[in-house]
């Protein structure tokens, strides 16, 4: 229904920045949030942040707040998630989320469509 795609990632040194961007294609129409989620080799999958996509209201995870901000652009269907001032503990693979649903947008299983992941990781 909805096919979202990451892309951006790479490898970074610490104290760096990052740009990613997930384009979502399908039923776009039917999109009421997306977010961006990561997960560490060995650890469970975290919330990052996620963004209305109508309202544009966003929300953050409190390790990312004040270095991460979180955009979209509705008439290209992507969302945007750049990273600022990077280190070891943002390294992970990136995942973006679509919801179709409202919610709270901070637990995975509200979210209905997921990307691929794009790896970032940031060397100390």
């Known amino acids: 229904q909805v096919q979202l795609v990451e892309s951006g990632g790479g490898l970074v040194q610490a104290g760096g920045s990052l740009s990613l961007s997930c384009a979502a294609s399908?039923?776009?129409?039917?999109?009421?949030?997306m977010g961006w989620f990561r997960q560490a080799p060995g650890k469970e999958r975290e919330f990052v942040a996620a963004i209305s996509w109508m309202g544009g209201t966003t929300l953050y995870a409190d390790s990312v707040k004040g270095r991460f901000t979180v955009s979209r652009d509705n008439a290209e269907n992507t969302l945007y998630l750049r990273m600022l001032v990077l280190n070891a503990e943002d390294t992970g693979v990136y995942y973006c989320?679509?919801?179709?649903?409202?919610?709270?947008?901070?637990?995975?299983?509200?979210?209905?469509?997921w990307g691929q992941g794009t790896q970032v990781t940031v060397s100390a």
């Open positions: 399908g039923r776009t129409s039917s999109m009421y949030a």
């Open positions: 989320a679509a919801s179709v649903f409202s919610g709270t947008y901070y637990y995975s299983y509200e979210y209905d469509y």
